[in-house]
C-alpha cells in the first residue's frame, strides 16, 4: 500500500495533480494507494511530546483525523508526501502531520518504524525555487536518515505567476509518473 499525503488546500493545484499523476502511475503498476488530502480533515492536534509514545512500541494516543494517516505509515511499502510553500517553509497542517511521526521514534531516538518504506516529495511554490528545493531536499534527509526510508524521487515545482488549473509541464508531469512507478 502507497500512503499519499496531499497538503495542498486546493482539490486542482499544483501539488495535488503532481501527488495524482504519481498515484495513478502506482496503480497502474499494481499498488494500491489511500489518499490524505489534510485540508479535509476537521479534528486535528500537534504533537504534545508527551513521549506516551514511547511507553507503549511506537502508538500516538493522540485520536483525531491524523491518528488513520499515522496507522497506514506504519503498514504501508512507500509514502508520498506533497506540500506546498508559505512564508519559505512547508505547509502548517502538513508540518503538524510530519511531526506526529515523532511516535516512530523511541526513546533513544532510534526509528522503530519499519524500514525500507519507499518515499516520494513534491513540493510546490508560488515564487520561490531555492524554497522548494531546500524543503523538499530537508523532507527527504528526515525521512531518509530518521526513518530509514529509500527516496525514489523528489519534485520541487515552481508555479510563478501560473494560474490555478494551469497544465503542468510534460516533463515535470513525466517525472511524477516515473516515480509512481518506482514508488510502485
Not at 508540518?95 to 532510534?110: E, G, P, Q, S
Amino acid at each position: 500500500m502507497i500512503v499519499s499525503i496531499i497538503a495542498s488546500p486546493r482539490r486542482d493545484g499544483f501539488g495535488t495533480m503532481l501527488a495524482h499523476a504519481i498515484g495513478e502511475s502506482a496503480e497502474a503498476a499494481g499498488a494500491e494507494v489511500r489518499e490524505y488530502r489534510l485540508n479535509d480533515m476537521r479534528s486535528y492536534r500537534q504533537c504534545q511530546n508527551c513521549s506516551a509514545c514511547k511507553e507503549n512500541g511506537g502508538t500516538c494516543v493522540l485520536k483525531d483525523d491524523i491518528s488513520p494517516i499515522i496507522d497506514d505509515i506504519r503498514d504501508a511499502d512507500g509514502i508520498v508526501f506533497s506540500t506546498s510553500i508559505n512564508f519559505n517553509d512547508m505547509d502548517g497542517l502538513f508540518k503538524m502531520v510530519l511531526d506526529r511521526l515523532y511516535c516512530f521514534l523511541d526513546a533513544n531516538a532510534t526509528t522503530i518504524m519499519p524500514k525500507g518504506k519507499k518515499i516520494a516529495i513534491v513540493v510546490t511554490a508560488g515564487a520561490d525555487d531555492a524554497g522548494a528545493n531546500r524543503v523538499a531536499t530537508d523532507l527527504e534527509k528526515v525521512m531518509t536518515q530518521h526513518f530509514f526510508c529509500e527516496s525514489v524521487g523528489r519534485i520541487a515545482y515552481c508555479t510563478w505567476m501560473m494560474p490555478a488549473g494551469m497544465p503542468i509541464d510534460d516533463d515535470v508531469l513525466g517525472r511524477a509518473r516515473e516515480i509512481g512507478r518506482m514508488l510502485a
